[in-house]
């Protein structure tokens, strides 16, 4: 039974896609739910699996090529998997061809097999940690560790690359992510208004708020961690409210004032920068935001975040001090107004009550669209910020 293999459904914000990898060749053996082929859009890798055992009967779409939602890429025989066994006595002599035979039907994650691909790993030898024994990202790196001595071989690749003397080039395609994100921040610079304030704040209370309580938050909520991020999206959830302007957007010459606070929060991936989502963040407990943060991030690394779970948002939070930044100035998210940037925690001389104290600084930078925001709600926005987190009891008490 012939069956067409379609392009999933692309949401609107998503005019197409491009085949990125096919994972399997036409006429090798097929089971059912495993990945065939990774689709690259504008702001996520999609996979499609095969809906049933059997075989690729013919490709439709290359590597490369650009699809539409729902358009067929690929024709699949379904109960066809026993015809690439005809060949497997042929293969039988070679004893080589049996781990080969055995990577092909270990689940392996797109992001797990670039990197194995990247270091010249062999999946079959990578003991797999996912669900069914799925290879994942940190199951490769922590088999590269373990295996220094084939990291000669992760070389080899370089040599393909032309040189002229010890001048050595790489030319390597730009990703749609890349070009995407590219794309965004040129539109951000060049269609707004961008300014940027600054501001520091005192992270000493936070800090001790967290060390005295860590543990009974770890046991009360599951595992959860009690970080910095969530303090941050409170203070922020509880600042919008104060200033609707800045948790609004332009429409051609319209403003949109959001009743809700849709919090984007910057993660980073091998493939670029992402920003998924924390939905009606104001009614997040602490624990909520750590657990839904955290859920996040593993899903971005294995490239499994949903489209719907990066579009939207009304307000955005990045993070460079993870990094080690200690200043800098973020550029807008549009169609958004405002994104807030946290940096390093630097302990600094401050002068307190007339002495000198040793004090945990963190640069704030707010950055925003001036044609919506006056400079005054911007500044108050920013302090707002500060003065929560210096007092975090106000962002429990909302005052």
């Known amino acids: ?22 994972h399997k060749k036409p006429g090798e053996a097929v089971k059912r739910d495993e990945l065939i082929v ?11 699996v095969a809906p049933a055992d059997g075989s690729i009967a013919e490709i439709l779409k290359g590597e490369g090529e650009t699809v539409l939602s729902n358009e067929v890429i690929a024709r699949f025989v379904e109960g066809a998997a026993s015809a690439p066994a005809v060949s497997a006595p042929a293969a039988a002599p070679a004893a080589a061809s049996a781990p080969a035979a055995a990577s092909a039907e270990k689940p392996v994650n797109p992001a797990a097999r670039k990197l194995a691909e990247e270091n010249n790993v062999n999946t079959s030898s990578v003991a797999g940690s996912g669900k069914d024994g799925r ?9 590269i560790k373990s295996t220094p001595a084939a990291a000669p071989a992760a070389a080899a690749p370089v040599a393909a690359i032309e040189a002229v003397g010890d001048r050595v080039e790489k030319r390597v395609p730009m990703t749609r992510l890349r070009k995407r994100i590219a794309e965004r921040l040129l539109e951000a610079s060049n269609t707004t208004a961008m300014l940027t304030t600054f501001n ?12 005295k309580y860590k543990d009974q938050f770890e046991k009360a909520h599951g595992g959860s961690r009690l970080g910095f991020m969530s303090f941050f999206v409170k203070a922020a959830a509880e600042a919008l409210r104060r200033f609707p302007a ?31 989502v924390l939905r009606n963040a104001e009614n997040m407990s602490l624990a909520t935001i ?25 307000f955005t939070i990045t ?9 800098s100035t973020p550029i807008l998210n549009l169609p958004q107004s405002a994104i807030l940037g946290m940096h390093k925690i630097q302990e600094r001389p401050m002068a307190v009550n007339g002495k000198v104290e ?5 640069y704030l930078a707010l950055s925003y669209d001036h044609r919506l925001l006056d400079g005054k709600e911007a500044v108050q926005f920013l302090v707002t910020i500060k003065d929560l987190l210096e007092d975090p009891a106000r962002i429990l008490l909302e005052i």
Request: hydrophobic residues 45%; aromatic residues 4%; proline residues 4%.
């Open 290 to 314: 750590e657990n839904t943060i955290r859920d996040f991030g593993l899903r971005a690394r294995d490239g499994k975040l949903g489209i719907e779970e990066m579009s939207g948002g009304t």
């Open 319 to 327: 993070n460079g001090g993870v990094f080690g930044s200690l200043l």
């Open 135 to 143: 290879v994942l990202k940190e199951d490769v790196a922590n088999h």
């Open 200 to 211: 520091e704040v005192n992270m000493a209370p936070v800090m001790a708020l967290r060390a």
């Open 1 to 22: 039974m012939s069956i067409e293999i379609k392009a999933p459904t692309f949401p609107e914000s998503v005019a197409d896609g491009t085949v990125a990898t096919w």
């Open 358 to 362: 040793i004090l945990p600084m963190m």
């Open 246 to 276: 800045v948790n609004a957007s332009i429409d051609n010459n319209d403003i949109v004032y959001h009743g809700y606070q849709d919090i984007g929060v910057a993660v980073s991936t091998d493939k670029g920068l992402v920003v998924p």
């Open 38 to 48: 990774d689709i690259e859009t504008d702001k996520v890798v999609l996979e499609v």
